[in-house]
């Protein structure tokens, strides 16, 4: 089992910047993949942003390109989310999430076997 905190949320302006932590616990060396997904009231959940844990590949979705960086401490189990220029439309409570294996479907929340709690964004305009 794998255990996943995150932290970091908070209200912001628009046009600032916020970094997610999220820390993983338990059986890390199962993880192949760990990625952040986000879901606003009344819509289902987005993928955002996602890394594979010992290449460092990452993959975003188009709406934070430019906008938002992913990056791992492998050693410490930690993955963070980087966001700057934040808009409204990025208010949504953020998820971190992990799985035992890669696939092109990486964007989809099925793939993924470990999630965190959340912690809310709130961007003002």
């Known amino acids: 089992q794998v255990q996943l905190a995150e932290s970091g949320g908070r209200l912001v302006q628009a046009g600032g910047s916020l970094r997610l932590t999220c820390t993983a616990s338990?059986?890390?060396?199962?993880?192949?993949?760990m990625g952040w997904f986000r879901q606003a009231p009344g819509k289902e959940r987005e993928f955002v942003s996602v890394?594979?844990?010992?290449?460092?590949?990452?993959y975003y979705t188009d709406s934070v390109k430019g906008r938002f960086t992913i990056s791992r401490d492998s050693a410490k189990n930690i993955l963070y989310l980087h966001m700057n220029s934040l808009k409204p439309e990025d208010t949504a409570a953020y998820y971190c999430?992990?799985?035992?294996?890669?696939?092109?479907?990486?964007?989809?929340?099925?793939?993924?076997?470990?999630w965190g709690q959340g912690t809310q964004v709130t961007v003002s305009s």
């Open positions: 999430a992990a799985a035992k294996w890669f696939s092109r479907t990486y964007y989809s929340p099925i793939l993924y076997d470990y």
């Open positions: 338990g059986s890390t060396d199962s993880i192949v993949v």
């Open positions: 890394v594979t844990w010992s290449g460092g590949s990452t």
